[in-house]
RNA sequence: GGAGAGAUGGCCGAGUGGUCGAAGGCGCUCCCCUGCUAAGGGAGUAUAGGCGCAAAACGCUUAUCGAGGGUUCGAAUCCCUCUCUCUCCGCCA
């Protein structure tokens, strides 16, 4: 959410910055909105200053056991006037909530701009794209070549984008997640944490996802029954553990000897894909469940761009560890996500596709989730201010695994384990289809 | 699932219809005193808005005592609904 204060004041130049991510303002409807609330809001508190001055008067009068119908009749009337009035602005409250509620966050000045995504920018590429020497197969191919992947079943199981991995393929998705815990945990400072994976419309809401992402969402019923009802607030799975991560801070006030923090999660993550059909329909790149370890900074404002650079750079590490090709890109203002001000791509190479697919995802979102959140710190001068948030994958654990067996897979269908995951592997230095079991 | 008790400011905790945005304490900030340490004295210290001012300082004002609704001229206080926490019992990985 963008602070209203800015919009008021500077709203010429939040129009420009949102139009640079094809967003366009509702300006006219904002203005006139603005303009109605000035004017109820001052009425309302007009009459609720007159109540009050009665309502202390009639106190006043009582304990001194005087007459009170005379001051009582001066607010006879009051009461519907005032209750109307509260009403119209409550009304046109919403109204400008609604609408500030659906505004992304503006684009920092070092975002390159552009329209879409050919017009981001790519910083850095690292690592040598592999050649071989036999015809490269998908990862969908080895996977079931190996016998250790299977969609057919999952989609009996559950449906489109669903997928099943046994044995050592199992089992190194399973390496991946730890390997990236332990790496972020032991060399990079996080907190490990373990964080649910269901959660409510507030923390959906604190990270921008609700309300106007609801369709990517997927919400839970509780024993045959809709957890959601006019009392109680429903549940969702989460699409990230952004969420989760993020909306610890939710509400709080954090002491600022304790900032940065840091937390690494490992998670499914779930996402029902609407909109996406058609896309990337074959194997595990898009599914409606997957794993992912992600990484969240809780930092002072000053440090938050500082921050995102490192935040990338252990992503990376994780990369390089491995030794995947990847890139690092800029996304441009129109590409970005919902909440980011900045936002950096990390793009392992995928053989098969001969190209560089989306790995990570890491943004700075300033203060535009912790105004949502109300998560603020005491700052130097003791006075609370607003935290800024930021959050990235470290790295995507089933896209990671494909990037593996495409990487490192071998002429005769078996992929080699890379060095760093054998630990994990008991040792074992190949997928093959004898091994399998 | 059954029975009961709770939810108040950064924290603890008082407050059952009227100068209560809220006593007292802790913590924190500033000042004074004390040649260290310990202790003592004084003042200040919630948040989010609105309006005024070119702006800051400031002034006026509104809302907020778990959330939402209701009663009332007036609600932290009374009524209803919900959420959460704690204790006991039952069930359970």
Redesign the pocket.
Known sequence: ML???LL?TNLNYVIEKLSSRNFSFPVDRFNQL?AE??KI??H???L?????????????A??KGED?TA??AQ??N??DA??QSVTQL?QIQTELQKILFDVPNLPHDSVPKGDGETDNQEIRRWGAIPSFDFEIRDHVSIGEGLKLLDFETATKLSGARFSIMKGNLARLHRALAQFMLDTHIQEHGYIETYAPYLVNHDSLHGTGQLPKFEEDLFAVKAGGNAVE?????GLYLIPTAEVSLTNIVRDE?VPLQSLPLKFVAHTPCFRSEAGSYGRDTRGLIRQHQFDKVELVHIVHPESSYAAIEELVGHAETILQKLELPYRVVALCTADMGFSAAKTYDIEVWLPAQKTYREISSCSNCESFQARRM?A?F?NEN????LLHTLNGSGLAVGRTLVAILENYQNADGSVTIPEMLRPYMNGLDQLCTAGGQ
Do not use: C, F, Y
């Not at 009050?52 to 008067?57: A, G, L, M």
């Open positions: 602070d209203i204060q008021r603005e609330r000035k809001q001052t309302t508190q007009e609720q200053a007159k109540r009050n001055t009665i309502s202390k008067q009639v106190g006043l009582k304990s009170t001051i009582l607010v006879s009051l009461g005032l209750k409550e009802n006019e009392h109680s607030p006030i109300q603020r005491r003791g006075k609370t201010s």
